[in-house]
Every structure is written in structure tokens, then in C-alpha cells.
């Protein structure tokens, strides 16, 4: 039997060609009728795999969070000492695997994958739902962090804040919201913006080194907070709701 001109369709085909357009042309972008025609088939041979549009843009969410990198969770366990201020992998005090320096590097990796297709972010904003990958991501931070001592609880907020910083650094650039035109910033009105035309031409270096602030700032204060639950203080030893 001779083999069909074009590949056959299948899940990963449209997911593919979805991402595609969401990485061109942003979520609008994405309808039936251009997955169709980019894939050489009738609109309706799509529902033989998803139902909805929502459907394929949840698939081409899961596969960017399928590229994140959780292998610096394996491993973590209670003890770990929080690292230094500078962040990066170590190892506790027992031998076990630093918490803060998994979450240093897993930051850098999720963001890393949301750099290269930013247009996807409000999806993966609504949570992982029912997402195979997201729901591996979330179930890494927290088995991690309840590895390393902290309660469930704060594990749990730990994972929401991590998720909010993270997400929210890659929504948009500070940098690249300045125009590169030296007159739009008059100094009688902006007094202290003489020098934000050059922001633009810095975009890369601005957003990287504010992501990179943010997150030491962020991993400092939870190793403060961490190092007060590993003594006892009767504040961070205090249940609270949660998971």
C-alpha cells in the first residue's frame, strides 16, 4: 500500500502547528480554520482529537511546561540549608540536596521556557488544571519542599509565589515599555528619566539582571523565613490552612 502524501494527523501535529501561530501571531491567532489549512486538512478532522480551541491551546500550554527542567528536585531533602545568597545547587548540612538551589535553578529553567514563547503565558496563568506536565511541575515543588521541612502549608504558598514571580516576569518587558526616542522624556516633566530612551537597546540586560534581583531577594527571604521554622519560632511553627 503506498504511504499517504502527507503525515497523518495526529495530536502532536496540531499542537505543533498551534504553538506555531501562538508564537507568530499570539492566541488570537489560533481557530480551526488556519490549524486546518496549515496542516492540509478539513477543519473538522480536528475534533477527532480535540473538541475545542481551549483544548489545543491547554495542549500547547502543557507542552511548554513539558520543557521546563525538574530534575534538581530529585533528591531534596530535609536539612538542606538554604544556600548562599547568590543561589545555584548545594547540598544540606545532612547531605541532603539544597532547597534553595533547586528552586534557583528550576526558576532559571521555567523561565527560560517562557522566554521562548511568551504569547502562551495567559494560559498557563489559569493553573495547570488538568495539564499532565503542569501538574508534574506543581507536584515537584511541593513534594521537594515538603521534603525539606516546610510545612504543607507554606510548601504550598511557596509554589504559588514562585509561580507568580515567575510567570509575571515573562508577561512583559520593563525595558522594552520605553521607547528609544531621547525627547519623549522631557526632564521639566520626568526629572529622573534622562536616560530611559536607552532602556529599549538594553532590554535583555535590564530583565535578566531584574529577574535575577527578584528572585536572590525573593530566595533570601524564604531562607530567613526558613531558618526560623528549623529553630522552632513558635510564628513559623504555627500551622496554617492549606494543602
Not at 30 to 51: D, E, M
Not at 92 to 116: F, N
Amino acid at each position: 500500500m503506498a504511504r499517504p502524501r502527507k503525515p497523518l494527523l495526529s495530536r502532536d501535529r496540531i499542537v505543533e502547528a498551534a504553538g506555531v501561530l501562538v508564537d507568530e501571531e499570539g492566541l488570537e491567532a489560533v481557530s480551526t480554520r488556519r490549524l486546518a489549512a496549515a496542516l492540509g486538512v478539513s477543519g473538522p478532522s480536528l475534533y477527532n482529537h480535540f473538541r475545542t480551541k481551549d483544548a489545543i491551546l491547554e495542549a500547547v500550554a502543557d507542552a511548554v511546561s513539558a520543557k521546563v527542567d525538574l530534575s534538581m528536585f530529585a533528591g531534596v531533602a530535609d536539612g538542606g540549608s538554604g544556600g548562599g545568597s547568590d543561589g545555584g545547587s548545594g547540598g544540606g548540612s545532612d547531605g541532603g540536596k539544597d532547597w534553595r538551589g533547586a528552586l534557583y535553578d528550576w526558576a532559571h529553567s521555567y523561565r527560560e521556557a517562557l522566554s521562548d514563547h511568551p504569547n502562551i503565558v495567559p494560559v498557563l496563568a489559569r493553573g495547570p488544571g488538568r495539564r499532565p506536565a503542569g501538574l508534574r511541575l506543581a507536584d515537584a515543588v511541593f513534594g521537594a519542599m515538603t521534603a525539606a521541612g516546610w510545612p504543607p502549608a507554606q510548601a504550598t504558598r511557596i509554589g504559588a509565589l514562585m509561580r507568580y514571580f515567575i510567570l509575571g516576569s515573562a508577561v512583559a518587558s520593563f525595558a522594552g515599555g520605553f521607547v528609544d526616542d531621547e525627547t519623549a522624556y522631557d526632564p521639566a516633566d520626568y526629572p529622573h528619566l534622562g536616560q530611559a530612551h536607552l532602556l529599549a537597546e538594553r532590554r535583555r540586560e535590564v530583565d535578566e539582571g531584574a529577574f535575577e534581583t527578584g528572585l536572590t531577594a525573593l530566595l533570601d527571604g524564604l531562607a530567613l523565613q526558613y531558618e526560623a521554622l528549623r529553630a522552632g519560632a513558635p510564628e513559623a511553627a504555627r500551622p496554617a490552612p492549606g494543602c
